[in-house]
């Protein structure tokens, strides 16, 4: 269809597509929206269901506001030149969102985000993105990830960004952050099998082993546990541990010129390693406590300044 579609309302859009130049309002009132809707040369500014959203949104340019009241997000929403304002449903988030630019509000009100969702904000910051339950999926940015806080779950996905402001959860449990300055992280629980890496990049595919992965220097402000433990996971500024996830990286035991932790607290550590594990910086950790005892290399357990 050619020119612009100004309001489109119905009470269920469970197939099909609706194609125009350019999308003011597209409202489904009662059911899900399962057609696919893509705007070929300007903007799509609403869209809104009722219930599920499982057909693709696709913009030319940007997209103002993707919503469901009452459902989840199963297909994919791309901005293919601009940024994404705000996407925010009631369910969980199963599809992939990217933005050419930025995205500025990622929100679940009573779910999470799942295991295949990545979310990407290909030139520019991925402002806020806040779930009830728990983040298994991707977020990658190229510059700036704001705010991450997940209420009521656990981070079990990676998150990739050139600067992490602040990340909240119950656990971090085989979880990748990182990111060459990382701000506060703070768990009510415990890090299980989890990085927290602060310098070296995984790269925009938001995983160990990419060609875009590399290692440069990093700092890390906070990471706190206060009531849980620290087992089988590595906090590390300006250096790649070895462990079993990142042997055979070229990084991987390799530190950069710089890497700095400025405060870490955590209730107790792994009572029973198998392989090395801990805090590691090229510069600088500021001494910290394991409950009331200080921290230092115990056996399995390290805390390490590595050359540069």
Known sequence: MAGTVKSFQV?????????ADVIKTVKVKQGDLGADVTSQTGE??????YADITGNITSATFIKTVASKMGGLYGDVTSQTG????????????????????????????????????????????????????????????????????KAGD???NVRAAT???????????????????????????????YILGGYDIGMDGTFGGAD???????????????????????????????PDTIGLPDAGQAADFGSISK???????PNPTFDYGIFAVTEIKPFKIGKEPAQTDGFFKVEIVGG
């Open 11 to 19: 009470n269920t859009f469970a197939g099909g597509s609706l194609t």
């Open 44 to 49: 799509i500014a609403t869209v809104y269901a």
């Open 83 to 150: 940024e994404i304002g705000s996407l925010s449903v009631y369910g969980n988030i199963n599809g992939n969102i990217e933005s050419a630019t930025f995205i500025k509000k990622i929100a679940s009100k009573a779910g999470g985000i799942g295991a295949d969702a990545k979310i990407t904000a290909l030139h520019g910051d991925l402002l806020a993105v806040s779930t009830y339950d728990t983040l298994a999926g991707k977020l990658v940015a190229d510059n700036l990830i704001k705010k991450i806080a997940v």
């Open 155 to 157: 981070i079990t996905g």
């Open 164 to 194: 992490i402001g602040s990340v909240s959860a119950i656990n971090l449990d085989g979880a990748i952050l990182s990111a060459a300055e990382i701000g506060k992280v703070t768990l009510k629980g415990n890090i299980l099998d989890s």
């Open 213 to 243: 992965d590399l290692l440069q220097g990093g700092n890390i402000k906070s990471v706190s546990a206060a009531k849980g433990q620290f087992a089988r996971s590595f906090i590390s500024a300006g250096y790649l541990p070895e462990s």
């Open 264 to 270: 870490v607290v955590f209730a107790s550590k792994d």
